[in-house]
């Protein structure tokens, strides 16, 4: 069994005590490769390092909405620079959150459109944080189209769902999947085109039922796993097999070489 984090943090400080060995465990439990997106322009550079270090971390550099208050004026010009001289898999984590209080919506929109313009040019795929913005982000997405990409953690509608499909996205799903209340995720989850479908952790964050009030990690990816095959009642092989090639297509990760120092943690 081969299975792909599409979305975890395995840069951010949370892991720097045990970095490896949640790598080496991670790998122990079917995982073969991480989609690793950056937050903050500040943490582009360790992750670049880490990507050189670690074989099958795949990169994505942009700027969250959540953390709008970090952004620096320059921050977008930059990224611009970061992506033509460090070819990520993908522009993210960025998008639209208007479920955080005291976050500027306008701001939000601006960064989001001037990332969004990155990608386009860059012709990358996106990889999307929407909260409670989910009409905004489709309207905006319609408007400057982009080489499709990810929909983080999705929580939308069936309807929302068809609309992101017909502009080339996929949807992540994760831990809260192991929730027995989640049923309207379930159920989405059950409803969706498994050719649309990609497991993640998010790691740190939003673990899994199994390990409840505990740091979140990639080596979790197989409770999503048999969550997402008991729901669609289909064998946990066959929806790994599917789901990490939807990863590879989605991200056109076999194109994208890692240095040639990187090594094989």
Same mark, same amino acid.
């Given at each position: 069994?081969?299975?792909?984090?599409?979305?975890?943090?395995?840069?951010?400080?949370?892991?720097?005590?045990?970095?490896?060995?949640?790598?080496?465990?991670?790998?122990?439990?079917?995982?073969?490769?991480?989609?690793?997106?950056?937050?903050?322009?500040?943490?582009?550079?360790?992750?670049?390092?880490? $990507?050189?270090?670690?074989? =099958? *971390?795949?990169? +994505?550099?942009? &700027?969250?909405?959540?953390? /709008?208050?970090?952004? !620096? #004026?320059?921050?977008?010009?930059?990224?611009?620079?970061?992506?033509?001289?460090?070819?990520?898999?993908?522009?993210?984590?960025?998008?639209?959150?208007?479920?955080?209080?005291?976050?500027?919506?306008?701001?939000?929109?601006?960064?989001?459109?001037?990332?969004?313009?990155?990608?386009?040019?860059?012709?990358?795929?996106?990889?999307?944080?929407?909260?409670?913005?989910?009409?905004?982000?489709?309207?905006?997405?319609?408007?400057?189209?982009?080489?499709?990409?990810?929909?983080?953690?999705?929580?939308?509608?069936?309807?929302?769902?068809?609309?992101?499909?017909?502009?080339?996205?996929?949807?992540?799903?994760?831990?809260?999947?192991?929730?027995?209340? $989640?049923?309207?995720?379930? =159920? *989405?989850?059950? +409803?969706?085109? &498994?050719?649309?479908?990609? /497991?993640?952790?998010? !790691? #740190?964050?939003?673990?899994?039922?199994?390990?409840?009030?505990?740091?979140?990690?990639?080596?979790?990816?197989?409770?999503?796993?048999?969550?997402?095959?008991?729901?669609?009642?289909?064998?946990?092989?066959?929806?790994?097999?599917?789901?990490?090639?939807?990863?590879?297509?989605?991200?056109?990760?076999?194109?994208?070489?890692?240095?040639?120092?990187?090594?094989?943690?």
């Amino acid at each position: 069994m081969e299975l792909i984090d599409s979305h975890c943090h395995l840069d951010q400080p949370a892991f720097d005590n045990d970095r490896d060995a949640v790598i080496k465990r991670s790998r122990a439990a079917g995982v073969a490769g991480f989609v690793v997106p950056a937050v903050q322009a500040s943490g582009w550079p360790s992750l670049w390092a880490l $990507s050189q270090q670690v074989a =099958a *971390l795949y990169p +994505a550099f942009g &700027l969250h909405p959540v953390f /709008l208050a970090d952004h !620096a #004026p320059g921050d977008v010009e930059q990224l611009e620079q970061w992506v033509a001289h460090h070819r990520p898999v993908a522009i993210g984590e960025i998008g639209l959150d208007f479920h955080v209080d005291g976050l500027d919506a306008d701001r939000q929109q601006a960064l989001f459109e001037a990332q969004l313009l990155v990608a386009r040019n860059a012709r990358l795929p996106v990889i999307l944080h929407v909260l409670k913005a989910h009409d905004r982000v489709l309207s905006t997405l319609k408007r400057l189209r982009v080489s499709g990409g990810i929909v983080h953690a999705f929580n939308g509608s069936l309807q929302q769902a068809q609309q992101y499909i017909d502009l080339g996205f996929s949807f992540g799903f994760g831990g809260m999947l192991t929730f027995e209340r $989640s049923s309207k995720l379930r =159920a *989405l989850a059950s +409803a969706l085109p &498994l050719q649309s479908i990609l /497991l993640e952790t998010d !790691a #740190p964050d939003m673990t899994v039922a199994q390990h409840r009030g505990e740091r979140n990690s990639p080596e979790y990816l197989p409770f999503c796993l048999a969550a997402l095959a008991a729901v669609r009642d289909m064998d946990p092989l066959e929806v790994a097999r599917i789901t990490t090639q939807n990863a590879r297509e989605r991200l056109d990760l076999d194109r994208w070489q890692p240095p040639r120092d990187a090594a094989g943690s």
